[in-house]
Structures are given as C-alpha cells and as structure tokens.
C-alpha cells in the first residue's frame, strides 16, 4: 500500500517557469489538500478537493492551481514560479470524513525558486 | 475565521525532563483534534481526539481535550532527545487547519 506519493521530491525553478506537483493516493480517499510549509512554521492550506471534479481555495491560493479529474491524482500548478512560493509542499489526503479520521501525508517537495 | 493557536513556539528541554505543549482553537462544526510530529519530512500521526476528557496515551506521550474551553495538550514525560521535533496540532472540521507548531528541542 503506497498511500500518499508526491513527485518529484526537489525542484529548482526560475522566475516565471511553470511547473505542476504531482500527487497520487492509493486508499480511495475523497478528500485531498495541498499545503506548504515555509521554514520554521506550520502548514497553511492551499486548495482542498472534497471528491472527483470538485475543488476550492484555502487560505493561501494565490499563484496556484488545481484539478481533480479522478479520485487518485490531485496535481497543483504553479503557472508564473516566484520567489515567495519558495516552500516545501505537501499533499495529503484523509480516510474518512466522519469524526474518526486522520490525515495522511505525502514526503513532501522541496521548491526552490530563483 | 477557523484558528488553531499553538504555545510555546519554542521550547529548550534537558533529557528527563517532562513537557506540556498547549492548543487552543476556534473553529466551525469540529470534528476531531489531532497532533502531529514532524521531524525532517512529512508529519507523523500522534493522536486524534473527539472527546472531551478522555485521554489518549502512547508511551512517554499522552493528550487530552477540553471541548467546553476549546484546548488540547501533549505531555510528553521523560523526554529524549529523539522527542526533538516540531509538534503540530490541527483541527479537523471544514478542513484540516494546522497551527504554527511547537519546536521542541531536547539537550543530551
């Protein structure tokens, strides 16, 4: 059971290239998020998919894009790279949306813009 | 607007001693609170709590939940300096929403 994968681990953009994150998930599961982490803080939601076809902002959307066209595989965009989006990126997704859940999380990606 | 306040920030520790970190939120229709350990990577799964007052014990580390004064808190006994980590909590209700987290580090 892979559960959660992310690609690519690292990556070096410049400014203004464009790029997508990948993410994948094995378990079925129907709700999905997209976070980053900029160094010494929490995470902070970037868009979140409650199910194949449906996605919505978070609290940090700007300069980025998603899409959910199957229950697996929730890519983010990033269209115009810029140095703020300088973070590392997670994806996560969850097992139910009853009381009893918990998130489970990709290894992450590590952008760097320059 | 959903909140989830996380204290101390930062917290320096010897080995052996014992350590309380907090978490207060405000939320909309919660569903569960959980905490996290993230060391270098991706965070790792402690505990989640729907309950109020019943606590969720794991070894050295142990959690309970005040629904009524919105707060939880993670004790860790008898820390390590394995225990070095960045502690997350997050509320589980329209979204996960996670606090700024608690650096904790532990000295030999």
């Known amino acids: 059971n892979a559960g959660v994968t992310q690609t690519p681990k690292f990556r070096i953009l410049k400014i203004g290239q464009s790029m997508t994150l990948q993410c994948t998930q094995d378990?079925?599961?129907?709700?999905m998020y997209w976070y980053r982490q900029d160094p010494g803080m929490g995470l902070k939601l970037i868009y979140y998919s409650v199910g194949a076809g449906i996605t919505d902002k978070g609290e940090v959307p700007n300069g980025y894009n998603v899409s959910r066209s199957t229950t697996e595989d929730f890519p983010l965009r990033l269209e115009l790279a810029a140095p703020s989006q300088t973070s590392v990126y997670f994806c996560?997704?969850?097992?139910?949306?009853?009381?009893?859940?918990?998130?489970?999380f990709g290894q992450g990606t590590r952008l760097t813009v320059v | 607007e959903d909140k989830v306040v996380q204290s101390p920030l930062s917290l320096v520790v010897h080995e052996g001693d014992t350590v309380t970190l907090n978490c207060s939120y405000e939320?909309?229709?919660?569903?569960?609170l959980l905490w996290y350990k993230q060391e270098k990577k991706a965070p790792t799964f402690l505990f989640m709590l729907t309950s109020s007052g019943i606590e969720k014990k794991s070894g050295r580390l142990s959690s309970i939940l005040d629904k009524k004064e919105l707060f939880s808190i993670l004790n860790i006994t008898a820390t390590q300096t394995g225990d070095s980590a960045i502690y997350l909590c997050a509320y589980y209700g329209q979204n996960f929403v996670f606090g700024p987290g608690t650096r904790l580090s532990v000295l030999p």
């Open positions: 939320v909309t229709n919660f569903r569960s």
């Open positions: 378990m079925n599961h129907n709700y």
């Open positions: 996560a997704s969850i097992r139910g949306t009853g009381m009893n859940t918990e998130a489970f």
